[in-house]
């Protein structure tokens, strides 16, 4: 029987692996001076490249074409310029590994199978618990990301504290909190009234004195507030939640306390990070995005668990067909601590990149993007009629134009678009209660975390932000 075309011959896979190589490391270093944002044309090189069911195959050539059209047609997430939504940095050594990872394809579910591959998670695993400031109970795994670590902390705690009966279970969380936690609510079977509230601060923060109130009123409900979500490092403003102060009302009043450190969780890594997260490490557990604060390609998020136990509880089952599960402490079988069976090496990925340069490149590099973005506020606080509505206690601040003119909101989309616009930087903006009043305001919003953005990306910033900034 000849060889099945789905498994290329050496020179074919070779060849294969050294085209992507030559296209892409060129691409890489040109993609640092192009425009950040090329979407003109998109949407017919998504019609060029759909097709109907391709019953035969396409010739290898026509379809690296093919994907050098996508690429150039979409927002550049990897180029320096991009300070939108949370950047994606794309760490190339995370890919590598992921592409040695995929061609050996070890199934690190369990420990049995593939020991070594699993262990690197466990490793990875520990030392952010460890960052976090976590003791030897401590567990977790890596996931596809922020969502998933969320649905999974929620579920845990669920098991940890709620009857099998669990519908007056209350999950208290801040006017800021992901959305990402209220749809992880409604997939773990809670109604929409379990999630409640509680008000902030003119920091955005979810005040830990309305915090304890709200608890003991849903007490007095006779309802079972058992979880709080706080934030290190809101989405929109950036915002970081007291977490001492919260881990001091959920202690007195038994609720698990989890942080959703998606974006903000990884400079823990740094000195003034540390200072700004002061007692995430009382929360129960912690969300952490390697894909935005370790620069690592989308698809891979951390939730650590003060104790490993608990995650264990919330999931471990067991398939007849399988080995015996593991009872070493050091051994960990991954499928028992989250909801995956078969799943991809994720560990390798962090393992690689982190085990290559130490985290000491890492927290350089987080070090410098929290620089960077206080010279971007610092002139942009700077700018007549321009207000700071949210300081970069992290990497990401948010501001607004309240100079004359009639729609406030319009005039600084337009200048949100205007900035874009010129193409060496790509902002976003949201929505959010202005911290004055309530009423809601649209703001611009800078989030430095872009692998390659640099002090000459920030100079663009603020002079194209100056260039077009309405008045
Ligand atoms: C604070 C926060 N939590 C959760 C998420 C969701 O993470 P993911 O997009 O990795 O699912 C995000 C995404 O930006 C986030 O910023």
């Given at each position: 029987?000849?060889?099945?075309?789905?498994?290329?011959?050496?020179?074919?896979?070779?060849?294969?692996?050294?085209?992507?190589?030559?296209?892409?490391?060129?691409?890489?270093?040109?993609?640092?001076?192009?425009?950040v944002?090329?979407?003109?044309?998109?949407?017919?090189?998504?019609?060029?490249?759909?097709?109907?069911?391709?019953?035969?195959?396409?010739?290898?050539?026509?379809?690296?074409?093919?994907?050098?059209?996508?690429?150039?047609?979409?927002?550049?997430?990897?180029s320096p310029g991009y300070l939108a939504y949370v950047p994606g940095g794309?760490?190339?050594?995370?890919?590598?590994?992921?592409?040695?990872?995929?061609?050996?394809?070890?199934?690190?579910?369990?420990?049995?199978?593939?020991?070594?591959?699993?262990?690197?998670?466990?490793?990875?695993?520990?030392?952010?618990?460890?960052?976090?400031?976590?003791?030897?109970?401590?567990?977790?795994?890596?996931?596809?990301?922020?969502?998933?670590?969320?649905?999974?902390?929620?579920?845990?705690?669920?098991?940890?504290?709620?009857?099998?009966?669990?519908?007056?279970?209350?999950?208290?969380?801040?006017?800021q909190?992901?959305?990402?936690?209220?749809?992880?609510?409604?997939?773990?079977?809670?109604?929409?009234?379990?999630?409640?509230?509680?008000?902030?601060?003119?920091r955005f923060?979810?005040?830990?004195?309305?915090?304890?109130?709200?608890?003991?009123?849903?007490?007095?409900?006779?309802?079972?507030?058992?979880?709080?979500?706080?934030s290190a490092g809101t989405t929109a403003v950036g915002a970081v939640?007291?977490?001492?102060?919260?881990?001091?009302?959920?202690?007195?009043?038994?609720?698990?306390?989890?942080?959703?450190g998606a974006y903000g969780g990884f400079f823990a890594l740094t000195e003034r990070g540390r200072a700004a997260l002061?007692?995430?490490?009382?929360?129960?557990?912690?969300?952490?995005d390697?894909?935005k604060g370790l620069f690592?390609?989308?698809?891979?998020?951390?939730?650590?668990?003060?104790?490993?136990?608990?995650?264990?509880?919330?999931?471990?089952?067991?398939?007849?067909?399988?080995?015996?599960?593991?009872?070493?402490?050091?051994?960990?079988?991954?499928?028992?601590?989250?909801?995956?069976?078969?799943?991809?090496?994720?560990?390798?990925?962090?393992?690689?990149?982190?085990?290559?340069?130490?985290?000491?490149?890492f927290r350089d590099a987080l070090d410098d993007k929290l620089a960077l973005a206080r010279i971007a506020a610092d002139a942009v606080r700077a700018m007549?009629?321009v207000r700071l509505v949210s300081e970069p206690v992290l990497s990401l601040f948010a501001f607004r134009?309240?100079?004359?003119?009639?729609?406030?909101?319009?005039?600084?989309?337009?200048?949100l678009?205007?900035t874009?616009?010129?193409?060496r930087v790509f902002l976003t903006g949201a929505?959010v209660?202005?911290?004055?009043?309530?009423?809601?305001?649209?703001v611009l919003r800078v989030c430095v975390l872009g692998l390659r953005t640099e002090p000459a990306t920030i100079e663009a910033a603020i002079a194209d932000l100056d260039?077009?900034?309405?008045?």
């Amino acid at each position: 029987m000849s060889r099945t075309p789905l498994d290329p011959d050496a020179p074919t896979l070779r060849a294969r692996l050294r085209d992507v190589a030559d296209r892409l490391v060129p691409w890489l270093e040109r993609m640092r001076t192009e425009p950040v944002a090329r979407l003109d044309g998109g949407r017919r090189a998504a019609e060029a490249l759909g097709s109907e069911w391709p019953e035969e195959g396409t010739p290898w050539r026509h379809l690296l074409a093919l994907l050098d059209r996508a690429l150039a047609t979409s927002l550049h997430t990897t180029s320096p310029g991009y300070l939108a939504y949370v950047p994606g940095g794309g760490l190339p050594d995370a890919a590598v590994a992921q592409l040695y990872a995929d061609l050996v394809n070890r199934f690190t579910t369990l420990w049995m199978p593939a020991p070594a591959f699993v262990r690197m998670e466990i490793d990875v695993i520990r030392w952010i618990a460890a960052m976090v400031g976590f003791g030897p109970e401590a567990g977790g795994l890596l996931l596809s990301g922020g969502s998933m670590a969320n649905l999974v902390a929620i579920h845990t705690a669920r098991v940890a504290r709620l009857p099998e009966d669990f519908l007056d279970g209350v999950i208290l969380v801040g006017e800021q909190t992901h959305h990402s936690v209220a749809k992880a609510a409604r997939i773990a079977g809670f109604p929409a009234r379990a999630l409640v509230v509680v008000p902030s601060d003119e920091r955005f923060r979810m005040r830990p004195d309305a915090l304890a109130d709200t608890i003991v009123r849903l007490r007095d409900e006779g309802r079972r507030p058992f979880l709080v979500v706080a934030s290190a490092g809101t989405t929109a403003v950036g915002a970081v939640d007291a977490l001492d102060a919260l881990a001091e009302v959920c202690a007195r009043h038994g609720a698990w306390l989890h942080v959703d450190g998606a974006y903000g969780g990884f400079f823990a890594l740094t000195e003034r990070g540390r200072a700004a997260l002061a007692g995430i490490g009382r929360a129960d557990s912690v969300t952490l995005d390697p894909h935005k604060g370790l620069f690592l390609p989308y698809g891979t998020g951390a939730l650590v668990v003060a104790r490993r136990a608990d995650l264990r509880a919330a999931h471990a089952t067991h398939g007849s067909y399988l080995p015996a599960p593991s009872t070493d402490d050091d051994a960990w079988d991954l499928a028992d601590l989250g909801p995956e069976l078969s799943r991809d090496a994720r560990g390798l990925r962090v393992w690689l990149p982190l085990r290559l340069h130490g985290f000491a490149a890492f927290r350089d590099a987080l070090d410098d993007k929290l620089a960077l973005a206080r010279i971007a506020a610092d002139a942009v606080r700077a700018m007549p009629g321009v207000r700071l509505v949210s300081e970069p206690v992290l990497s990401l601040f948010a501001f607004r134009w309240e100079g004359r003119a009639e729609d406030l909101d319009r005039a600084n989309r337009r200048w949100l678009a205007d900035t874009n616009q010129r193409g060496r930087v790509f902002l976003t903006g949201a929505t959010v209660p202005d911290p004055r009043d309530g009423r809601p305001i649209f703001v611009l919003r800078v989030c430095v975390l872009g692998l390659r953005t640099e002090p000459a990306t920030i100079e663009a910033a603020i002079a194209d932000l100056d260039a077009t900034r309405p008045g």
